[in-house]
């Protein structure tokens, strides 16, 4: 399909069948039936593609995944059950005991306790650096190191990678680099045209928009040259599947394909068709919705840094931002909408802060239509060392806001007015 992007997020990946539905039908059942036991035989043995059993794929999930990879540049993807379940899908696909994972500092909660605690129990090991400036990666690389991992725009920090120079020092390896581009979302950053190998999702946030579903997703660039990596998984005769080379039967789509036969069917984090249906409905407006996000997460961002009460903003498209050059690189259609503050006066303030808004509902979540709030200190980053939770930016009086799509005078004076109350 040669559509645009806007055009690709209504019909991407959706041919009407006879009964000539316009939306994508869900397909709430578990498993499909075969025309035939050859048909069957086929179908298990790859010979032909089909419909088995929704732990596998699904016809609901299928569109959806056809539509991420057509909106994202690549050449094929998987839908799961979380972001979580995609980021542990990757990393579980690509990696073994011995293996390291080298990854910025700046990450969501929940991935720095899968690489530090639950990946490290496996003898998966994480090195983590400062991603602001790339060289980091290069001196922290080991013989061990077989993936690179960024977030596009780091969360809580907000900090954005110079991917390019990333990307370079990953490919000199030559080790594929996965980024989580949860926050920006294709709309914003197509990490796969700037050399990323593989992009992983929450599709709970941005994606579904609406905060209707927990979904996850990963896609593949079809780009990352496995065989000289070393990744014998994608290039050796598979156990998991009568001896077949994934390399040799799906080209390209070698890694893909496997995470989806082999990861996805074993570790069963799926999404349910139903889900993929609601996620599908929020990508339909997802250019719409960034736009509005960070035209008014700007001016969010503006008014709080002349705010007397609020010590420092994180924005990365404030003239004031450390990452406003990369921005400009990277995100030039906008920088999304989550924004971090610090309040002068610390813990107690935030608290205050958060008892104080009305409209901005108080949640663990982002990327919602609604405004929202929420002190990672005692809340979202409470289960990480102080010295873990300092690394990732978020420090006593820090407030993140994910700002939603309402009228941004009604968001900024529900603000002003929680400011004047601490
Ligand atoms: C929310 C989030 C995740 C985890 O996604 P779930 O859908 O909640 O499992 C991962 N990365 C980022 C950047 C997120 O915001």
Known sequence: MGYKFDTLSIHGGFEPDEKGASLPPIYQSTSFIFKDPDHAARIFNLEEEGFIYTRINNPTADVLEKRMTLLDGGVGAVATSSGMAAITTTMLSLLGEG????????????????????LANLGINVK???????????????????????????????????????????????IPVVVDNTVATP??????????????????KYL?????????????SGNFPWKEGGFKQFTEPDSGYHGIIFS?????????????????????GSI?????????MGIETLSLRMEKHSKNALKVAEFLASHPAVANVNYPGLDSSHYKKLAGKYLPKGQSGLIGFELKRGYEAGKKFISSVNLLNHLANIGDAR?????????????????????????????????????????????KQALEAI
């Open 128 to 174: 983590y650096v400062d991603a602001d400036d790339p060289e980091n990666f290069k001196k922290a690389l080991t013989p061990q190191t077989k993936v690179i991992y960024l977030e596009t725009i780091g969360n809580p920090k907000l900090n954005i990678p110079d991917f390019e120079r990333v990307v370079e020092i990953a490919h000199s390896v030559p």
């Open 99 to 118: 293996d390291e994972i080298l990854s910025s500092s700046a990450l969501y909660g929940g991935t720095i306790t899968l690489f530090s605690l639950t």
């Open 272 to 280: 349910s068709p139903f889900n993929a249906f609601l996620i599908l």
């Open 371 to 415: 405004s929202l709030v929420i002190h990672p200190a005692s809340t979202t980053h409470q289960q990480l060392s102080r010295e873990e939770r300092l690394k990732a930016g978020v420090t006593d009086g820090f407030i993140r806001l994910s700002v939603g799509i309402e009228d941004v005078d009604d968001i900024i004076n529900d603000i």
């Open 187 to 204: 709309y914003l950053f197509k990490p796969i045209e700037w050399g990323v190998d593989i992009v992983v999702y929450s599709l709970t």
């Open 208 to 220: 579904s928009g609406h905060a209707t579903s927990v979904g996850g997703l990963i896609v593949d």
């Open 248 to 268: 040799e039967k799906f080209g390209r789509a070698a890694f893909i394909a496997r995470t989806r036969l082999q990861t996805l069917r074993d570790l069963g």
